[in-house]
């Protein structure tokens, strides 16, 4: 009877010590984690504001501001996540692999912004200082992604290959291979359909409107077909550029390719 007492006692001060928790607002970083894996960005910035109001130092700091640059991605907030990974940056010792990821995300708010110079630099910069990272099929990506957007197709082919040969099992060597069959000028990317049908309708749709749209059919990594849905086959960026604009504010979603 005391034993029972006891453990009645101590589930009613666990239930109390909770709910005390989320009263307060507790946040741990594996609900960060979650938010970001469900693409809830919204509610994962929010958590990750009040981690660091709450805590202010220390490794788990770091990492919600890496969460929160995360999150500032998701919310297409490129100058705020950038900003969130440089205070990693200045934070954390070089030899943390949380160094490398937050500049891995500098890098990636550049390409986002179209800044493309400044994203190729500092991927080169990444590359030159950290030969050995685990990131490298990453790099090597980016490296040739930013090369193909400043038309520099031979140099980006080089670091596609370079990619495809030394890591060739990874989801980088297997976009590296798409990008490879891209041709060499632009075009606006409008959706992606596992579905011909409704890409096909898609593509009508825009040159029933007096686009020049059509289908690309390429695979996944696991080999399924789908349909890209393209417009344009453009010579310079600046051209895909306004293109682009021209048609989100029609209300397509967007993307330069290649």
Same mark, same amino acid.
């Given at each position: 009877?005391?034993?029972?007492?006891?453990?009645?006692?101590?589930?009613?001060?666990?239930?109390?010590?909770?709910?005390?928790?989320?009263?307060?607002?507790?946040?741990?970083?594996?609900?960060?984690?979650?938010?970001? #894996?469900? =693409?809830?960005?919204?509610?994962?910035?929010?958590?990750?504001?009040?981690?660091?109001?709450?805590?202010?130092?220390? *490794? %788990?700091?770091?990492?919600?501001?890496?969460?929160?640059?995360?999150?500032?991605?998701?919310?297409?907030?490129?100058?705020?996540?950038?900003?969130?990974?440089?205070?990693?940056?200045? =934070?954390?010792?070089?030899?943390?692999?949380?160094?490398?990821?937050?500049?891995?995300?500098?890098?990636?708010?550049?390409?986002?912004?179209?800044?493309?110079? !400044?994203?190729?630099?500092?991927? !080169?910069?990444?590359?030159?200082?950290? *030969?050995?990272?685990?990131?490298?099929?990453? #790099?090597?990506?980016?490296?040739?992604?930013?090369?193909?957007?400043?038309?520099?197709?031979?140099?980006?082919?080089?670091?596609?290959?370079?990619? #495809?040969?030394?890591?060739? %099992?990874?989801?980088?060597?297997?976009?590296?291979?798409?990008?490879?069959?891209?041709?060499?000028?632009?075009?606006?990317?409008?959706?992606?359909?596992?579905?011909? %049908?409704?890409?096909?309708?898609?593509?009508?749709?825009? =040159?029933?409107?007096?686009?020049?749209?059509?289908? #690309? !059919?390429?695979?996944?990594?696991?080999? %399924?077909?789908?349909?890209?849905?393209?417009?344009?086959?453009?010579?310079?960026?600046?051209?895909?550029?306004?293109?682009?604009?021209?048609?989100?504010?029609?209300?397509? *979603?967007?993307?330069?390719? *290649?």
């Amino acid at each position: 009877m005391k034993i029972s007492s006891a453990y009645s006692r101590t589930r009613h001060s666990v239930f109390i010590f909770l709910t005390i928790l989320v009263l307060s607002g507790f946040t741990k970083l594996s609900d960060i984690e979650t938010a970001i #894996i469900e =693409k809830d960005f919204k509610t994962a910035k929010t958590l990750s504001e009040k981690f660091i109001k709450k805590y202010k130092s220390g *490794p %788990n700091f770091n990492q919600a501001q890496y969460y929160l640059g995360i999150s500032e991605i998701g919310l297409a907030q490129y100058a705020d996540a950038q900003a969130a990974f440089n205070k990693v940056l200045q =934070k954390v010792d070089p030899a943390d692999s949380l160094y490398e990821k937050a500049w891995l995300g500098v890098i990636d708010t550049l390409g986002l912004e179209e800044k493309f110079e !400044e994203d190729l630099s500092q991927a !080169e910069r990444f590359l030159k200082e950290r *030969p050995n990272s685990e990131f490298l099929s990453i #790099i090597y990506l980016k490296i040739g992604r930013a090369n193909l957007k400043l038309s520099r197709w031979e140099t980006a082919e080089w670091y596609l290959k370079k990619l #495809i040969s030394t890591f060739p %099992n990874t989801f980088e060597a297997h976009t590296a291979r798409q990008l490879l069959e891209e041709k060499r000028y632009f075009a606006i990317q409008v959706g992606s359909f596992l579905d011909r %049908n409704r890409a096909t309708q898609l593509a009508e749709e825009l =040159k029933q409107k007096g686009e020049y749209a059509y289908l #690309i !059919e390429t695979q996944d990594h696991d080999g %399924n077909p789908f349909y890209r849905v393209r417009v344009g086959q453009l010579r310079n960026l600046d051209e895909a550029r306004w293109m682009k604009e021209r048609l989100s504010s029609q209300g397509y *979603p967007t993307h330069i390719y *290649p």
